[in-house]
């Protein structure tokens, strides 16, 4: 991602640093419509692109600068969304969201992500089961349910950058919102108990011990990996906690170098593994009750390059 100026430089011109204040917002709005930062950066960019392709009188016309990047950013998430289905259908293996580290561990160096004002804001709206969910909805009812439920904008903003009313707009926030809940696990532990649970998968991972695997997955489980073809992953969801342990333990029989580390994972308790430093793969969970139900594992080289080295 380009360098670009920051924000709170107090040497630009009110009107400009008012413009490029509303990067972060649209890194998070963006991520949260496509579950890829790569692709959320380039939307950004791209949104940027138009707005000072414009000759500068239509510039100062605009009135409000932040409202007319959001709508030009929506609607480019929009179209995009609008082709992923074919993009979909040529990638290798199971897709799985971009996951973010802490907002504290992100990669530094010449591999940066860049600004920290680029930074995804880390709450439940990004965490990997709720992005899931948003993925498996049509591009329409993704877009109008996180502008309003996520992004509080009103139906009738909504209807301007979806292009419907706003009362169908109304109506696809309703439809996103009942996926939501039937997509919702009962309640689960609370997150000190989540972290253990993932700390006790951990121990239990490295010790290949599948009897203690699967006292921890419920025995509905399911696994994910995600390779993109790039690197070796399982093409099919596993289903079962015996067959996930059995996964597991051989993962682990395989890799007899592998580091395992408990980092936070999209907001929530995760793991990230590691050989000679490297990280290979990202752990995102799920709970249902006091057992891990999915299990979210991103191998894909192309998603990893936030993670810390070390």
Same mark, same amino acid.
């Given at each position: 991602?380009?360098? $670009?100026?920051? #924000?709170?430089?107090?040497?630009?011109?009110?009107?400009?640093?008012?413009?490029?204040?509303?990067?972060?917002?649209?890194?998070?709005?963006?991520?949260?419509?496509?579950?890829?930062?790569?692709?959320?950066?380039?939307?950004?960019?791209?949104?940027?692109?138009?707005?000072? !392709?414009?000759?500068?009188?239509?510039?100062?016309?605009?009135?409000?600068?932040?409202?007319?990047?959001?709508?030009?950013?929506?609607?480019?998430?929009?179209?995009?969304?609008?082709?992923?289905?074919?993009?979909?259908?040529?990638?290798?293996?199971?897709?799985?969201?971009? #996951?973010?580290?802490?907002?504290?561990?992100?990669?530094?160096?010449?591999?940066?992500?860049?600004?920290?004002?680029?930074?995804?804001?880390?709450?439940?709206?990004?965490?990997?089961?709720?992005?899931?969910?948003?993925?498996?909805?049509?591009?329409?009812?993704?877009?109008?349910?996180?502008?309003?439920?996520?992004? $509080?904008?009103?139906?009738?903003?909504?209807?301007?950058?979806?292009?419907?009313?706003?009362?169908?707009?109304?109506?696809?926030?309703?439809?996103?919102?009942?996926?939501?809940?039937?997509?919702?696990?009962?309640?689960?532990?609370?997150?000190?108990?989540?972290?253990?649970?993932?700390?006790?998968?951990?121990?239990?991972?490295? !010790?290949?011990?599948?009897?203690?695997?699967?006292?921890?997955?419920?025995?509905?489980?399911?696994?994910?990996?995600?390779?993109?073809?790039?690197?070796?992953?399982?093409?099919?969801?596993?289903?079962?906690?015996?067959?996930?342990? $059995?996964?597991?333990?051989?993962? !682990?029989?395989?890799?007899?170098?592998?580091?395992?580390?408990?980092?936070?994972?999209?907001?929530?308790?995760?793991?990230?593994?590691?050989?000679?430093?490297?990280?290979?793969?990202?752990? !995102?969970?799920?709970?249902?009750?006091?057992?891990?139900? $999915?299990?979210?594992?991103?191998?894909?080289?192309?998603?990893?390059?936030?993670?810390?080295?070390?």
């Amino acid at each position: 991602m380009s360098n $670009h100026v920051e #924000p709170e430089d107090s040497r630009l011109d009110p009107g400009l640093r008012a413009v490029l204040s509303e990067r972060r917002q649209l890194i998070n709005l963006a991520y949260r419509f496509l579950g890829s930062l790569a692709d959320a950066e380039d939307v950004v960019q791209e949104t940027y692109a138009r707005w000072y !392709a414009m000759p500068e009188h239509r510039r100062e016309a605009v009135a409000a600068p932040g409202g007319w990047l959001t709508t030009v950013a929506s609607r480019i998430c929009l179209d995009l969304l609008g082709s992923a289905r074919a993009r979909r259908e040529r990638y290798v293996g199971e897709w799985i969201p971009e #996951p973010l580290p802490d907002r504290m561990e992100w990669i530094s160096g010449p591999e940066a992500t860049g600004d920290p004002a680029d930074r995804i804001t880390l709450d439940e709206s990004v965490n990997m089961a709720f992005l899931v969910v948003l993925d498996a909805m049509t591009p329409a009812e993704r877009v109008a349910f996180i502008l309003h439920d996520v992004f $509080h904008y009103s139906f009738a903003e909504v209807a301007e950058i979806v292009g419907r009313s706003p009362a169908a707009c109304r109506q696809l926030a309703s439809s996103a919102r009942r996926r939501i809940t039937a997509a919702r696990s009962t309640p689960a532990a609370a997150t000190t108990h989540r972290a253990d649970l993932v700390r006790d998968f951990k121990q239990a991972w490295a !010790a290949k011990d599948i009897e203690a695997l699967i006292g921890l997955l419920d025995p509905d489980a399911t696994t994910i990996a995600d390779g993109g073809g790039l690197v070796s992953a399982q093409l099919q969801p596993v289903t079962g906690g015996a067959a996930i342990a $059995h996964v597991f333990a051989d993962v !682990a029989g395989r890799a007899p170098d592998l580091t395992i580390l408990e980092r936070t994972v999209n907001g929530q308790p995760g793991l990230v593994a590691q050989q000679d430093g490297v990280t290979v793969s990202v752990l !995102a969970f799920d709970f249902e009750g006091e057992r891990i139900k $999915h299990i979210w594992a991103v191998r894909n080289p192309e998603k990893l390059r936030p993670w810390t080295a070390g």
